[in-house]
């Protein structure tokens, strides 16, 4: 007879326990397995103050370009450069190359073993970040040379940038209408979906769950679905269980901040994001279920959304309230229709159903139009959920009609399930498209609240309090502004390829206003298929007595560039390595 299961899991946490412990993986015999980056070496504790913010405490001498003492690294001219790169480039490509640096002059260090940064990671960001560098006619660094100092994955690397890994916020919502049950279901698919994937090492997922943080919320209406559920499929009526418990539609329930933006975009100068939610709203009768999600949207900076319905075939996006209240249909678009609509396609254009071209199937009169449509052009009406996310917070929201029948039978969920499957997914990861970047100050401390502005679109977006943002754009050229009280604003230009599915990195450094006069500083930065930073330039930055502020044109005679000056008079090292010529 087998020993009962409490005890059988004790006798093996007993035997894990009793086995000496492990660095590094174990191999399939159980033996402690060291791979092949990780050499022995004595561990010292992480001094230097300009990689004081890596991943790791501990480093080793000699490192990795044979430097044996602080000292030594501290007068070199590498450290020296990772000491300058936010100031160089401008804020491109920083703190993801300091970094990275940092784990050749400063390597990682575990009980006992120095490990080496992985390839692919040194390889990705030399991709995205050799344009900044041919901007100032520098060759790309010899320490950061991706096949000398770097290694494998499969020889037990570590990623140098994983602290810096800022995942964007994906929330899906669903059952907000308790008798429209679909969403409920496909969102719990989804779930199971995703584990087990990431567990079967399906790429797709892994990427996807490794880089986005996709908040589930199957049933944000329990009360009505009670309601609905008790008459069940097939008998329940169009209505049954649509409000919650105190009888209040939560789709109606949001402050309606549509017809403030309305008010505002005629004022010149005014801004129309972020609208606060006004005083008088709390005089009436705001549903627990609405106050709980509005304070979960002002607790995590939310960048995408979905909310899932049932009743038609359509996924449709803001405004849903029109510009002009008595028009119960009226084309209204917010200053993100072209993303937004996107957003709509990313979903539908992968949906068979929403895809095929029979006008007798459920939503065949939205066929025309892609099966997509702006809220408000199919009816008009206040207090919804995607308007205010829009209007009081970052985050962009689409609504999804999943079918015409709100409550289907059982029967009937996996083959929805395979209809959303690739739509639901394909949505969430385009929460990857845009720009993605800090704000910090000249010291590197995080700027929070700074608003990033993309001219010819009025609506701002605000860095998060680790000065992290994300900036959902369509492909085009692009003119971006980031500024905040206090600080003169900086301007950059920014090309979003058509088939670029990851955010461009694009940092900002924002000078404090009063240092000293202005200028109106130029730079040059080269465009390629996988740069997503075109031009660049800066308006209003404070000048400074630093040599590395008054930058020039790349020299085009033969003569040194603009900063080697600098380099030479800091040390007796002249790096001839960072010259191209």
């Given amino acids: ?232 499929a097939g008998y329940n009526g169009w209505t049954s269980g649509r409000q919650n418990a105190q009888n209040l539609d939560l789709n109606r329930n949001f402050p309606d901040l549509t017809s403030e933006y309305y008010r505002l975009a005629e004022t010149r100068g005014a801004r129309s994001d972020h609208i606060p939610i006004p005083q008088h709203y709390w005089w009436g009768k705001v549903a627990p279920e609405t106050k709980a999600i509005m304070k979960w949207m002002q607790t995590i900076p939310f960048v995408l959304s979905a909310s899932l319905h049932g009743g038609d075939l359509v996924v449709s996006y803001p405004f849903d309230f029109s510009k002009h209240p008595q028009e119960e249909k009226m084309f209204s678009p917010t200053p993100d229709e072209k993303m937004f609509k996107l957003l709509s396609r990313a979903y539908a254009d992968v949906h068979p159903m929403m895809m095929d071209r029979s006008e007798n199937r459920c939503g065949g009169n939205f066929l025309k139009r892609g099966s997509i449509i702006n809220g408000a052009d199919w009816y008009s009406f206040t207090g919804g959920m995607s308007d205010f996310n829009y209007l009081h917070t970052n985050c962009f929201e689409i609504t999804v009609e999943l079918g015409c029948v709100k409550f289907p039978p059982e029967e009937a969920l996996y083959i929805l399930w395979q209809h959303n499957k690739e739509s639901l997914l394909n949505f969430v990861e385009t929460v990857h498209r845009g720009i993605k970047g800090v704000v910090t100050d000249k010291f590197g401390k995080p700027v929070k609240n700074a608003r990033i502005s993309v001219k010819g679109i009025r609506h701002d977006i605000t860095t998060a309090p680790d000065g992290d943002y994300w900036r959902l754009l369509p492909p085009g050229i692009h003119i971006v502004i980031a500024q905040a009280p206090g600080y003169a604003k900086v301007i950059k230009k920014v090309i979003i390829p058509a088939r670029m599915k990851r955010a461009g990195r694009v940092d900002f450094i924002l000078q404090p206003l009063g240092m000293g006069p202005k200028n109106f500083i130029h730079g040059l930065r080269r465009t390629g298929p996988h740069d997503p930073l075109g031009g660049a330039s800066s308006l209003g930055e404070a000048t400074e007595p630093d040599p590395l502020r008054a930058r020039r044109q790349p020299s085009a005679d033969g003569s040194k560039p603009w900063w080697w000056s600098y380099f030479t008079s800091l040390s007796t090292h002249r790096p001839r390595w960072l010259l191209k010529y």
Avoid at 32 to 44: F, I, K, M, N
Avoid at 108 to 120: D, F, L, Q, S, Y
Avoid at 186 to 200: N, P, V
Wanted: proline content about 8%.
């Fill in 1 to 232: 007879m087998p020993p009962p299961l409490p005890l059988l899991l004790l006798t093996v946490l007993v035997v894990a326990a009793a086995r000496p412990g492990c660095e590094f993986e174990r191999n399939p015999a159980g033996e402690c397995h060291r791979p092949p980056a990780a050499d022995s070496a004595t561990c010292v504790d992480l001094q230097l103050r300009t990689c004081s913010d890596a991943a790791y405490n501990h480093t080793t001498f000699p490192n990795l370009l044979q430097h044996r003492s602080w000292e030594v690294v501290e007068a070199s001219s590498e450290y020296i450069l990772l000491s300058v790169l936010h100031q160089l480039l401008e804020g491109q490509c920083n703190p993801d190359l300091r970094l990275l640096g940092c784990a050749v002059l400063a390597p990682r260090c575990e009980g006992g073993w120095v490990r080496r940064p992985c390839r692919h990671i040194c390889e990705g960001l030399r991709e995205v970040c050799q344009p900044a560098f041919d901007a100032i006619d520098m060759a790309w660094p010899y320490f950061l040379d991706c096949h000398r100092y770097f290694t494998r994955e499969d020889e037990g690397c570590y990623d140098p940038l994983e602290k810096l890994r800022v995942e964007p916020e994906v929330k899906l919502i669903g059952n907000i209408h308790g008798n429209e049950v679909a969403g409920r279901e496909m969102l719990i698919y989804l779930a199971q979906y995703l584990c087990s994937e990431y567990l079967l090492g399906n790429p797709r997922i892994q990427r996807l769950l490794n880089t986005t943080r996709i908040h589930l919320l199957p049933s944000m209406n329990p009360d009505g679905y009670e309601v609905a559920a008790a008459e069940g």
